[in-house]
């Protein structure tokens, strides 16, 4: 990187419910963790915000203990990282062209908001129109879905995707519980769609949009996103 301290937003969820099964969910905390890390420890400035801003709801499953990494446990003795995160900014008062990159984490939350938030389709409709990557790992390529090129083409149209896919969809039991399936909705939209193995570390690039299939592809992604820093 140069000199210049570069600056990458994380755009987080705001939606805490789980469809109707009367469960919570929100983000993944692993999926924002890591890649934080990742970005913070290479002096990369990075921003938070969410479309209702403050404290973005964590994904009670993914405080458990089978989904603990070595970021995670940084992330639970990092008061300082918690204090940020329970003051997002909201979404609609931060501009794109303040950051270098946006980035995406996943948990189920943005099947239901950040997909079709006015605020987050324009900002990364304007990082793409300013040639800047967009990253997003997970259930976080939904927030592409509404999101359109210049020539108001789908932005996923005939751009390697990969996502969440509908094996790992199945294998957590929410098939019938998410609004849409995001393999089958990132396919519907012209999106050249592949995935790895279940839980397997999976990321692809095209153009400018880096995304990752599930947890395990978070470090990749952000590691993919800084070379491009």
């Not at 479309?51 to 940084?74: H, V």
């Amino acid at each position: 990187m140069s000199d210049m301290a570069k600056n990458v937003l994380f755009v987080l969820t705001s939606h805490g419910k789980l469809g109707n099964s009367g469960e919570k969910t929100g983000f993944w905390i692993e999926e924002f963790a890591s890649p934080y890390y990742v970005l913070a420890d290479a002096g990369v400035s990075i921003t938070l915000a969410s479309p209702m801003g403050g404290q973005p709801p964590i994904d009670p499953k993914s405080e458990l203990p089978d989904f603990q990494t070595e970021a995670t446990g940084r992330f639970n003795k990092d008061t300082e990282l918690q204090h940020k995160l329970a003051n997002t900014f909201k979404l609609g008062d931060v501009h794109f062209k303040d950051f270098d990159a946006v980035f995406y984490p996943g948990g189920h939350g943005p099947l239901w908001d950040l997909v079709k938030d006015s605020d987050s389709i324009a900002m990364i409709e304007g990082f793409i129109a300013s040639n800047k990557p967009v990253a997003a790992v997970c259930h976080a390529p939904a927030v592409l879905l509404n999101a359109k090129t210049t020539d108001s083409q789908s932005l996923v149209a005939n751009r390697k995707v990969t996502g969440f896919s509908n094996s790992e969809e199945a294998a957590v039991g929410l098939t019938t519980i998410v609004p849409f399936l995001l393999e089958d909705e990132l396919v519907a939209k012209g999106g050249l769609y592949a995935s790895a193995d279940d839980w397997t570390p999976y990321v692809l690039e095209d153009g400018l949009l880096i995304t990752g299939q599930n947890p395990a592809s978070s470090e990749e992604v952000a590691r993919r996103l800084l070379s491009r820093l």
